[in-house]
């Protein structure tokens, strides 16, 4: 009786070695002998047509049908002049661009045929770029941005060729008419003269043609401009060494990007060849694998009805918990000496996982948010303001997030009624009625060793202060098409009897398509603020925090950067209606691009928002009058 679980033991023992050593041998193979192919892809367009569903055109750019070309911004925009345009036009589907496996970046060739026209002499802000994008939804900044990035996205993968007609000294730019590579980032990592190659970029009576050849297993990169029609220069214009690999994922998106600034220039692409080759390598499991999984599965659905002895179960069971310790054996003796091949293996599975939308609200672990944020790095803080902090982050499933963080000194103060069963049932209740695409959608919560957050749904594109107060002029077109976003939303949020409680430029979000989306509402989820108790009185102070954003969207000033503190941008814009020099207050910065007296128009009804609370017009009332404004 004693030797019999001494013994089983050892038997255990042994076949867990077994089974181990087996299953290192299998996996070891299926790490060897894998076979490795070519991802190939082939792009010729000798002209463009609207009809073809392989382009995409997003912002301003359009595939002109009479002329066959790709027009960045569209030559008959009904927006004139055309300054401050944006747009992007890429090939529809993604491109395998990058091997995970073996960390090689594809090679790629690309030659395309453009020129640029309708100039006017002042040449500030425009140019065109060939890009390799992440998505194929977004545009970046417009003016010297070319659209390539925007200030909110720092993390975002991008590799671009730039064919600069402006001279922009903060971003090192050496002159008005020159080449660069981008990596990530608007400042060029290497730049080269247009002249160099005898060509200017200025001269809108010839087509221009660039080759660029990118070597992925010597990472050397070459171009060459010339002119349409002549041979391909003997000489490049750029040559340099290049590791692509940290700015590709393994699927891109390629094509063109451009932008104008203060002037107008039409971007024009003529024809476009490209072609890209990627190593792929194929895991294939050895036919021992494949053998005993087959068998695995007609043990699983063979048996039906009867039931197999127990005995038969025993052993069943044995075996599989045998290989999950065999497994885990293999994992951790894994995990000890990691290859590099291996490590490769699990960033190449990491990448698999799609963003995955979660469908109702849930709970979140501290954990979870703590590494979304990056341990609520500085570098992804949002807003903050007395009740806490706003980061943006991102799930493990690659979802963006942000998350409010609300500081203790804040819930200290509003313990007594905070109550978070009240506030759970509030969130479920508040997202069924709040479907509106101007808010952003609560996603869950987390309430956890004395933390209380709430996660709302991230939009890529940016915050409407880093927009308004950044180096680039958010167009007054924009502007206005914003402020009547956020009436529109408060409208439908006050219709509803709930009241936002925390409007802020820094937590109104532009959405993919631009639009104004009014984040980090609180309806009311602690009875300290504005909201449930009542929403009369919370709804009024909403309209006057619109009325103040409606003052710093126009005049393009920070309430706080207002000279005279005492009377602040209220009094000083009160003032000068008064006076009636309204239109002097509309931010310079837009200069001529401004209808000013819309601008004005819209100023009065601002000001209306923010006049004492008894002649405060209702959100409904200022969202027509906004609609009115428009003339
Ligand atoms: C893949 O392409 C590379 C470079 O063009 C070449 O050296 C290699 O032989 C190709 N591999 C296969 C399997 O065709
Ligand atoms: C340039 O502008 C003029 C008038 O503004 C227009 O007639 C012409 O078609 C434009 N040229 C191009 C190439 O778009
Ligand atoms: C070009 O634009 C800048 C900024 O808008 C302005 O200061 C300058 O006078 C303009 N130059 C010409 C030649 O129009
Ligand atoms: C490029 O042009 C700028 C100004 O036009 C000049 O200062 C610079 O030396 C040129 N660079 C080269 C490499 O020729
Ligand atoms: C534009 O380029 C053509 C061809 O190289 C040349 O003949 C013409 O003089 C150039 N125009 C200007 C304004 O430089
Ligand atoms: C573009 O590709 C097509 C087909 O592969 C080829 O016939 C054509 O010569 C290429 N054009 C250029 C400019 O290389």
């Known amino acids: 009786m004693d030797s019999l679980p001494c013994l089983w033991w050892i038997w255990l023992i042994i076949s867990i070695t077994f089974l181990a050593k087996q299953e290192t041998q299998l996996l070891a193979h299926n790490h060897q002998k894998r076979p490795t192919t070519n991802v190939t892809k082939h792009l010729h ?57 073996t960390l090689t970046p594809a090679s790629f060739q690309t030659t395309f045929s453009f020129q640029f026209t309708n100039s006017t002499t002042n040449r500030s802000g425009n140019g065109l770029a060939f890009v390799i994008v992440p998505d194929e939804f977004t545009t970046g900044k417009p003016g010297p941005w070319l659209g390539i990035v925007n200030d909110a996205c720092n993390h975002y993968k991008v590799f671009a060729v730039e064919f600069d007609t402006s001279h ?4 090192g730019d050496p002159n ?34 660039v080759w660029i050849t990118y070597d992925g297993y010597l990472r050397w990169i070459t171009l060459h401009l010339g002119i349409d029609g002549d ?51 194929l895991p294939i499991p050895s036919p021992k694998i494949c053998h ?28 599989l918990g045998l290989c999950s310790l065999a497994f885990l054996g293999f994992y951790f003796s894994s995990q000890r000496n990691k290859s590099s091949s291996e490590e490769a293996f699990s960033r190449f599975l990491e990448r698999r996982k799609r963003p995955m939308l979660p469908s109702k609200p849930r709970k979140f672990t501290f954990t979870e948010l703590y590494s979304a944020t990056q341990r609520f790095s500085r570098v992804y803080v949002l807003a903050s303001d007395a009740s806490g902090v706003l980061y943006r982050g991102t799930l493990t499933n690659g979802y963006h997030v942000a998350v409010r963080r609300f500081s203790t000194r804040f819930l200290g103060s509003s313990s007594s009624r905070f109550d978070w069963v009240r506030i759970k049932k509030r969130i479920g209740e508040i997202t069924k009625v709040v479907a509106h695409p101007s808010l952003p959608i609560i996603r869950g919560w987390c309430c956890e060793s004395g933390e209380a957050m709430i996660v709302y749904d991230h939009y890529q594109n940016g915050s409407l202060d880093r927009w308004l107060f950044g180096l680039g002029t958010l167009p007054w077109t924009w502007r206005f098409k914003l402020i009547k976003d956020i009436a529109e939303a408060l409208s439908f949020l006050h219709s509803k009897q709930l009241a936002h409680g925390n409007l802020n430029t820094s937590t109104i979000f532009l959405d993919v398509n631009y639009r104004a989306v009014v984040g980090d509402y609180r309806l009311g989820f602690f009875s300290g603020e504005s909201g449930r108790d009542d929403p009369v009185s919370g709804m009024r102070a ?11 969207i126009v005049t393009g000033k920070k309430e706080e950067e207002v000279g005279d503190e005492e009377v602040g941008l209220l009094g000083f814009v009160g003032e000068m209606h008064g006076k009636g020099e309204m239109v002097k207050v509309v931010d310079e910065r837009l200069g001529d691009q401004v209808n000013r007296e819309e601008a004005s128009r819209v100023l009065k009804i601002g000001l209306s928002c923010a006049t004492e609370s008894c002649s405060r017009p209702n959100m409904n009332e200022v969202f027509q009058c906004l609609t009115n404004a428009h003339q």
């Open 176 to 209: 008005d008419d020159h080449v660069g590579i981008n990596l990530g980032t608007i400042v060029s990592f290497k730049t080269a003269n247009s002249s160099e190659a005898s060509v200017s970029l200025h001269n809108h009576t010839v087509v221009h043609r």
């Open 231 to 281: 041979p391909k220069p003997s000489q490049p214009l750029l040559s340099s060494s290049l590791n692509l690999s940290p700015f590709l994922e393994e699927y891109m998106f390629v094509g063109f990007s451009a932008s104008t600034g203060d002037s107008s220039q039409i971007h024009n692409i003529f024809s476009w060849n490209f072609s890209s080759t990627v190593p792929a390598s």
């Open 292 to 319: 005993r999984n087959v068998k695995h599965q007609v043990s699983k659905y063979s048996k039906t009805g009867q039931r197999a002895p127990p005995s038969g179960f025993l052993i069943f069971v044995t075996l």
């Open 45 to 101: 367009f000798p002209s463009f047509h609207p009809s073809n569903p392989e382009l995409k055109c997003l912002g301003n750019a359009v595939i002109s049908e009479e002329k066959g070309v790709i027009q960045i911004p569209h030559a008959s925009l009904k927006v004139q002049p055309q300054t401050y345009q944006v747009g992007r036009a890429l090939y529809s589907s993604h491109i395998r661009l990058f091997d995970p496996m």
């Open 168 to 171: 922009d000294l903060q971003f």
């Open 542 to 552: 909403d309209v006057f925090g619109f009325g103040m954003l409606v003052l710093e």
